[in-house]
């Protein structure tokens, strides 16, 4: 089992903060770069990554592939693409994955991939896994649920991320 060489967890209370910390992660990404997102439906999967489409520059509006598995964005900006892969109709493991190319696109884009656990860790060594959780609870005296509230674990897993601060993101 892999071991995380640095990790951090951050509060998230809303969309907009989850897309503006899409915009900060985006900061430290470069081609070449697997990034993983776990967490259940309607967690912010997609809302993070619109922010790292955001702060890449990229072209075109990041919304779900869910029902065309990969979307190719191409950066506006002399950056890397960004490749923003909804793996969760995909039953198989990189068998299944292997028919999207993701290798050939690795080396050059910045490569999302939600629900991709058990599928795409063969890719490279080097990964900066992220896990949204849902945060359960009431907010304060007014007895309402915490529906946007999030917690968001960054994982970097691999030399790569090694040095990174996550934290800082």
């Known amino acids: 089992m892999d071991t995380p060489h640095t990790q951090a967890t951050l509060e998230v209370d809303s969309p907009e903060r989850m897309q503006e ?10 081609p070449g770069d697997l990034v993983m997102l776990t967490g259940e439906l309607g967690a912010g999967k997609t809302t993070l990554t619109r922010g790292l489409g955001e702060g890449l ?8 592939p869910t029902f065309v598995i990969a979307r190719v964005h191409p950066s506006l ?3 890397p693409a960004l490749v923003h892969v909804d793996a ?29 656990d058990g599928k795409v860790e063969e ?5 900066l896994h992220v896990l949204i959780h849902r945060v359960v609870g009431t907010a304060g005296d ?7 509230r999030r ?11 090694a040095a990174e601060d996550l934290a800082l993101a």
């Open 21 to 30: 910390l899409g915009r900060r992660l985006a900061g430290l990404l470069r």
């Open 57 to 64: 520059g990229v072209r075109g509006a990041v919304t779900s």
């Open 77 to 79: 900006v002399g950056g």
């Open 88 to 116: 969760y109709r995909l039953g198989g493991g990189l068998d299944e994955m292997e028919d999207l190319d993701l290798d050939v696109s690795l080396p050059d884009s910045v490569v999302v991939v939600e629900w991709g």
């Open 123 to 127: 890719l490279t060594d080097d990964r």
């Open 142 to 148: 007014t007895g309402d649920a915490v529906d946007d």
């Open 151 to 161: 917690t968001v674990v960054l994982n970097g897993i691999g030399a790569r991320w």
